[in-house]
């Protein structure tokens, strides 16, 4: 594996969600009804830094309402926080209170975390809301569709309402806690190929580790790991085809070393095979859906033209396919990588 500084040069525009994505979202009831609007949570005084235990700011800041807004606001967060969870019964959170709302000026979504407390046994959950972006929709539904992993979000006019994912983030656990004695590195090392390989596929950028967390499940004989993505803000945007590809980001560095002190040119190769196996096996199970996904996406724009020239004349030479430089959008590029990747599963 290869590693270099990747750069972004510029924020991603926000893109609104259009009228085939919105007649998507209904036909596969991600949308809803919600008590209130993204733009409701701006009516903030002021905020105040959070900073982390080791005294660290963690570029996340509360913000203080009047007291009056505040109690409106807690209200209604729990009914949207019924609406994620259960589709609606308020029952689940007639024990729940919202402890505080941070919000995130640094992300492209500028988006609000909300930590609800249950008064009973002080478990928590997290939730977040966010600017409704539909390049940032469409990434939670490729990812719902070609990984292994479940999202849960709704979509109401201009918010979006998205679960928490859990996990360490990526950029803590390298610091330290990759290197744990109880832990494979090997196992480690194969996750993180499996992983670039599917943002490769899907076209999802900016995979930095801070941008992802790493779930770990004890096993029976051993532990094993899955690494999430947390970010969708740059799904099929950028023109550069390295920031769709995790080993190329500087703060990637020791999944990259980890990956090249314990597998082989041949083990790599191995285990991109079982991710496109992989892959091939969820778009056959859901052929419908990522066809209305694509469908949708045609109708819109997602990315420029600049962006999506580059991107496919820079696939058509890594690929020696010249069939790339036939597409017309970000979708018609994955549609080709699908393509692609089932071809090669055949052989």
Not at 111 to 133: C, E, G, M, S, T
Not at 284 to 296: F, M, N, Q, T, Y
């Amino acid at each position: 594996m290869e590693i270099q500084d990747v750069k972004i040069s510029r924020k991603k525009p926000v893109f609104p969600v259009g009228a085939g994505l919105l007649k998507y979202l209904k036909m596969y009831q991600r949308d809803s009804k919600l008590p209130l609007a993204y733009a409701d949570l701006l009516n903030f005084d002021e905020t105040v830094p959070v900073i982390d235990k080791n005294g660290v700011d963690t570029y996340w800041e509360i913000p203080l309402y009047p007291q009056h807004v505040q109690d409106h606001l807690y209200e209604q967060l729990k009914i949207v926080y019924a609406e994620l969870k259960a589709s609606g019964n308020t029952r689940i959170v007639q024990h729940k209170v919202i402890e505080r709302i941070e919000f995130c000026a640094f992300g492209n979504t500028r988006p609000f975390r909300i930590k609800i407390v249950n008064r009973l046994n002080d478990v928590y959950d997290y939730f977040y809301i966010k600017q409704a972006d539909a390049s940032r929709i469409y990434g939670l539904e490729l990812e719902e569709i070609l990984s292994p992993n479940q999202v849960n979000y709704l979509y109401d006019r201009s918010t979006l309402v998205e679960e928490h994912i859990v996990g360490i983030p990526g950029d803590v656990f390298s610091q330290g806690r990759m290197y744990t004695p109880d832990y494979n590195q090997t196992r480690i090392a194969k996750e993180f190929v499996k992983f670039n390989e599917r943002c490769v596929i899907s076209l999802l950028g900016d995979m930095r580790a801070y941008n992802l967390v790493m779930q770990i499940t004890p096993d029976f004989d051993d532990f094993q790991f899955r690494i999430r993505a947390i970010d969708f803000d740059q799904q099929f945007y950028e023109g550069n085809i390295k920031v769709y590809m995790p080993q190329f980001f500087k703060e990637n560095y020791p999944y990259v070393k980890l990956s090249m002190d314990h597998l082989n040119e041949k083990t790599v190769l191995q285990y991109q095979q079982e991710e496109r196996s992989s892959i091939v096996h969820r778009v056959r199970s859901e052929r419908h859906r990522i066809k209305d996904l694509r469908d949708a996406s045609k109708t819109q724009q997602l990315s420029t033209e600049e962006n999506i020239i580059k991107l496919r004349e820079a696939h058509a030479q890594y690929y020696d396919d010249p069939k790339y430089l036939q597409c017309q959008s970000m979708t018609d590029i994955i549609e080709r990588n699908v393509k692609n990747v089932i071809r090669s599963v055949q052989l």
